[in-house]
Structure formats: structure tokens, C-alpha cells
């Protein structure tokens, strides 16, 4: 069984930066693909950011690009998420996801394995 633990959110004010940190245990995940999603009060949970198994692939959301980084240290079997630039509409609950696929999806559906999620507060 695969646990999938967020860390690293938070309170920042427009313009900051945050770093979200998903450290896995229960299996080694470096060969499969990691995500980012979000979820707004009210609002459908959205993709954010994906990378391959690989590591050598990433997409993000529209929104985000630019912002955003994703990156993964597969000895620590822990994703990140830099986010920078932070805007009051990043405020959300930022979920991990993991697929047991390698290739990396924008979809919900494509993983497996879900964290508890983190508050991200950007106020203005």
C-alpha cells in the first residue's frame, strides 16, 4: 500500500513562494509518474503540474506555467512543487497523486494513490 504524505504549505502573501514536499512510503515510486493537483472551496480538484517516472518529462497547467516547478528525488522518493509568484487564486488544497503507470496524465483518473492534501493561503 502506498502512502503518499503532503508537507510544506502554508500562509504567504501575494508574490511569495512556497515549496511542497510528497514523500512516499510503502513502495519505491521512481519509476512512476507523480502530481500535483488542486482543489478550491466549491470548485472541481484540478491538475497542476505532472512529471514522468522518468523524470525526464513534465507538464503543467496553463495557469501555473512559468510559476510553477515540479521535480522529483527519487532517492528520497519525494516530489516537490516550487511555486513562486503566488497569486490569490492559487489558494487551494494541494493534493500528491502517484500512478502505478510511467507516463505522466493531466487526469484525475490516471492515479492511483492519493495524499491527505495541504492548505495553500495566498493572501493579497
Known amino acids: 500500500q502506498v502512502h503518499l504524505v503532503e508537507s510544506g504549505g502554508g500562509l504567504v502573501q501575494a508574490g511569495g513562494s512556497l515549496r511542497l514536499s510528497c514523500a512516499a512510503s510503502?513502495?519505491?515510486?521512481?519509476?512512476?509518474?507523480m502530481g500535483w493537483f488542486r482543489q478550491a472551496p466549491g470548485k472541481e480538484r484540478e491538475f497542476v503540474a505532472a512529471?514522468?517516472?522518468?523524470?525526464?518529462?513534465?507538464n503543467y497547467a496553463d495557469s501555473v506555467k512559468g510559476r510553477f516547478a515540479i521535480s522529483r528525488d527519487n532517492a528520497k522518493n519525494t516530489v516537490f512543487l516550487q511555486m513562486n509568484s503566488l497569486k490569490p487564486e492559487d489558494t487551494a488544497v494541494y493534493y500528491c497523486?502517484?500512478?502505478?503507470?510511467?507516463?505522466?496524465?493531466?487526469?484525475?483518473?490516471?492515479?492511483?494513490?492519493w495524499g491527505q492534501g495541504t492548505q495553500v493561503t495566498v493572501s493579497s
Open positions: 512529471i514522468a517516472g522518468s523524470g525526464g518529462s513534465t
Open positions: 510503502g513502495r519505491t515510486l521512481s519509476r512512476d509518474a
Open positions: 497523486a502517484a500512478s502505478n503507470r510511467l507516463v505522466l496524465s493531466t487526469l484525475r483518473a490516471w492515479y492511483d494513490y
